[in-house]
């Protein structure tokens, strides 16, 4: 588990340029992250590269915390 | 002027497609001719641009249907390795009076034209921000503009083509992403070529050039919109038309 979010919190941190503690399971994207609705389909992207899968749009329509998006990749992974 | 960089231009085996092609590969770009059904014209340009030291290969696609687009787009980033700009020039005609035409003339139109240009630019944009670059042009025409009697269909296609430029501009922008639309007036193609002397003369009546423009014409302005000359304009419609509309 800790192993996926440290992965997703570096390509956070990596490409909305944030301090590191800042980004928890429960900070949300929009409000605690500053990232603008581009930011957050641009890490999607990010995301699906790093774990090498596709996220339908659907579903990363969902994804609205750090937390939203390690669960979500932990489900399919498991 | 554009060396190294890779182009995908739709619609890309005659006319005013085929001088695009033609003018990016002169200017130093790797070209991906797309066709629909016009394998071996498309083939011919292919030969015409790896005489000129660049490197192009055809692909066939119909840019309405989304699948076929994205497999495009990957053989185009697999081959040339990124995708710097996006030529949207695929486009058909199905010419009625609004009175005449079927839901099924309208229905082509919009889904080649319109569409077609949604699908190919969300196809590409992953790759464009990632590059953090990217040019996409668009071909609308004049008539998208001005409007025009028998083209119900293609004039709302046009003008919603604009529309679209627009709005992915300001979205795209502050990936580094330009997004322009041209639109080209009376330009001598296959299609022009069919015109009565007196269609002829009453067009030309209308433009204060008082002559057609060419392909070339077309596609001059479109290697400008594709270089570093243009890094400050996005959003823009560029009228190529001799005059006839301002």
Not at chain 2, 152 to 169: Q, R, S
């Amino acid at each position: 588990m800790a192993d996926v979010f440290d992965r997703v919190k570096d390509i956070i941190v990596d490409k909305l340029d944030v301090e590191e503690s800042k980004v928890t399971m429960e900070a949300s994207f929009k409000d605690d992250l500053e990232a603008d609705s581009l930011d957050v389909v641009e890490l999607v992207m990010e995301l699906e590269d790093e774990f090498d899968m596709e996220i339908a749009d659907e579903e990363a329509e969902k994804i609205n915390t750090v937390g939203d998006a390690v669960n979500y990749i932990n489900s399919l992974q498991s | 002027m554009l060396k190294g960089k890779s182009a995908l231009v739709t619609g890309a085996s005659r006319g005013i497609g085929r001088a695009i092609a033609l003018e990016l590969a002169r200017q130093g770009a790797n070209v991906a001719v797309n066709y629909a059904g016009s394998e071996a014209k498309a083939q011919a340009v292919v030969e015409e641009i790896e005489q000129l030291g660049v490197n192009a290969f055809k692909i066939q696609a119909d840019v309405s249907d989304e699948s076929s687009v994205k497999a495009m787009v990957k053989e185009v980033i697999g081959q040339f390795g990124s995708l710097d700009i996006l030529v949207n020039n695929a486009g058909i005609t199905r010419d009625n009076l609004l009175m005449r035409m079927k839901e099924e003339e309208f229905d082509q139109v919009i889904n080649t034209n319109l569409k077609g240009v949604f699908v190919c630019t969300k196809a590409v944009t992953r790759q464009m921000m990632k590059q953090k670059s990217g040019r996409i042009i668009n071909v609308a025409s004049i008539v998208g503009v001005s409007g025009n009697p028998g083209q119900a269909n293609y004039v709302a296609a046009k003008a919603g083509v604009i529309g679209l430029t627009k709005t992915t501009a300001k979205e795209l922008a502050s990936r580094n992403i330009l997004v322009n639309a041209i639109a080209p007036g009376f330009i001598s193609t296959d299609m022009t070529d069919e015109l009565t002397d007196e269609q002829r003369e009453g067009m030309l009546a209308m433009i204060p050039l008082a002559k057609l423009g060419t392909p070339e014409d077309v596609a001059r302005v479109v290697r400008f919109l594709a270089s570093e000359d243009a890094n400050y304009i996005t959003g823009q419609t560029i009228h190529i038309d001799g005059g006839m509309v301002m």
